[in-house]
């Protein structure tokens, strides 16, 4: 075998969240494990998604928490320090800089390969500038996926942020437009009126925010974007946008006739599966189709099972939380372990870093209804306890609760509120290990947390 020829036993494609665990475990159990990364190692969530983009989030969550505490408002009354925000976002970025994960590959004895690598038929990938590396065991690909550039007449002239520009900005836009109503949108919508925005814009195409969650969810969200001066826009479409000059403000023109000029338009319209240009077709599969896989990971329609995909290339569950789960996975099926994927059709939690947050794992109530459950749903309100009291003035949110009654246990549940966001896990338990209600009532809920709304619930469905 020549020196441009290397044999391994797993190859990982992808040093994001997902590709990072899975070569660690592979190796941590003795398999040599070579992982392919052409950017930076940590992938898009370290550097350009869920970190930056939480860290440019919290300084105005801290703000409004305090603000609604009666003795701590009037110490709060100035503005955010931008400045020392974005300095915070680039600590907790490393500045862009991968040498830590460089040296956490190490610690575990994976090789890194620098390069686009690309599937060149079974079992081999090639790495450009580098070279063919043959898996004896599996070659796993976690390429992730990238964002959706819809094609509105104009936009890709206008140069408009995608959410690595946004969570990379070095200022702060005086006005900005954002297209697209979900999570990611949203998030960056709040986080740069709180930095300072004078104006912000979203425009979202379907009747409400957040279309993949609770009604109520999206509805509360709007009220509190509402109140904190951000235009919402649903039901509408950007048709055409303009760009005065080559550095001038943005002019969009709407489905509705009407037109918002802002300093930076932002699109957050979705995503889609990394797999355009990795090689799928010389394996016979659909370049630019998400993977599919079975629940240990392995590529359906390959012979010999030696292909395996984790993360969002899979278009499974496309959070950074589930490409880990899915990477232990595909780890346990690749040393000989016995865990499959259960979590990722029916227990997916998921949360959305808005004030208020919007917290959800397992089926929505429509979702359990179109399954043909046995539905029965219960609301409660998250902060009618006296833990949230305590947190301050002004609580709102919605605690609701999806129980599958023939079976009697809980398929789904969505938590709205300030700051819930550590109450989901349990709900996650419960959804996960198919926890009976009855069983539910013996965890018992510390005085005062809000977790007691869990048994507000739990009463109201008569447990």
């Not at 690598?117 to 070659?139: D, F, I, T």
């Not at 960056?188 to 969650?213: D, H, I, K, N, Y």
Request: net charge neutral; glycine share 14%.
């Amino acid at each position: 075998m020549s020196a441009a020829v290397q044999e391994v036993d797993v190859v990982v494609v992808g040093g994001g969240p997902a590709g990072e665990v899975v070569a660690g475990r592979c190796a941590d159990h003795g398999l040599s494990t070579v992982l392919v990364e052409r950017e930076l190692v940590g992938g898009e969530c370290s550097y350009w998604g869920c970190i930056p983009s939480k860290t440019l989030l919290r300084p105005g969550d801290v703000l409004a928490a305090a603000r609604r505490v009666p003795g701590a408002a009037a110490a709060v009354a100035g503005p955010v320090d931008v400045p020392a925000a974005l300095a915070r976002r680039d600590l907790m970025t490393a500045r862009w800089d991968d040498a830590g994960q460089q040296r956490w590959l190490a610690g575990h004895g994976v090789r890194l390969v620098r390069g686009t690598g690309r599937l060149a038929g079974p079992r081999r990938v090639a790495v450009a500038g580098g070279p063919v590396l043959v898996s004896r065991r599996a070659v796993v690909l976690a390429t992730g996926s990238s964002a959706v550039l819809p094609p509105v007449p104009g936009l890709a002239e206008v140069r408009p942020w995608d959410n690595r520009a946004a969570t990379a900005a070095k200022e702060v836009p005086a006005r900005l437009l954002v297209m697209g109503g979900g999570a990611v949108g949203l998030e960056l919508a709040q986080a740069f009126r709180r930095l300072g925005s004078a104006e912000v814009t979203v425009v979202e195409g379907t009747p409400r925010l957040l279309p993949r969650e609770e009604p109520f969810a999206g509805e509360q969200v709007l009220a509190a974007l509402t109140r904190e001066g951000v235009a919402v826009r649903l039901g509408t479409l950007v048709a055409s946008v303009a760009r005065a000059g080559s550095d001038g403000p943005v002019t969009a023109t709407l489905s509705d006739g009407t037109a918002v000029t802002a300093d930076e338009l932002l699109v957050a319209v979705g995503r889609r599966p990394a797999t355009a240009d990795v090689g799928l077709g010389t394996v016979g599969l659909a370049p630019g189709r998400p993977v599919e896989v079975d629940d240990r990971m392995r590529a359906t329609g390959v012979p010999e099972g030696w292909l395996y995909a984790i993360g969002d290339c899979t278009g499974r569950a496309a959070f950074t939380h589930m490409g880990k789960y899915q990477a232990r996975v595909a780890a346990s099926a690749l040393t000989g372990g016995d865990l499959t994927d259960r979590a990722g059709r029916d227990a997916v939690p998921r949360v959305t870093f808005t004030d208020p947050q919007v917290c959800a794992v397992g089926l929505t109530a429509a979702a359990a209804g179109d399954r043909g459950l046995a539905v029965r749903v219960v609301d409660v309100a998250t902060g009618e306890v006296p833990g949230a009291y305590v947190l301050g003035d002004g609580a709102e949110g919605t605690t609701r609760l999806v129980v599958d009654a023939d079976r009697g246990v809980l398929v789904g549940a969505t938590i709205t509120g300030s700051g819930v966001q550590e109450l989901l896990h349990s709900a996650t338990v419960a959804v996960a290990c198919r926890v009976p209600l009855g069983e539910l009532r013996h965890a018992v809920p510390p005085f005062p947390t809000v977790s007691e709304v869990w048994l507000h619930a739990l009463e109201a469905l008569g447990v």
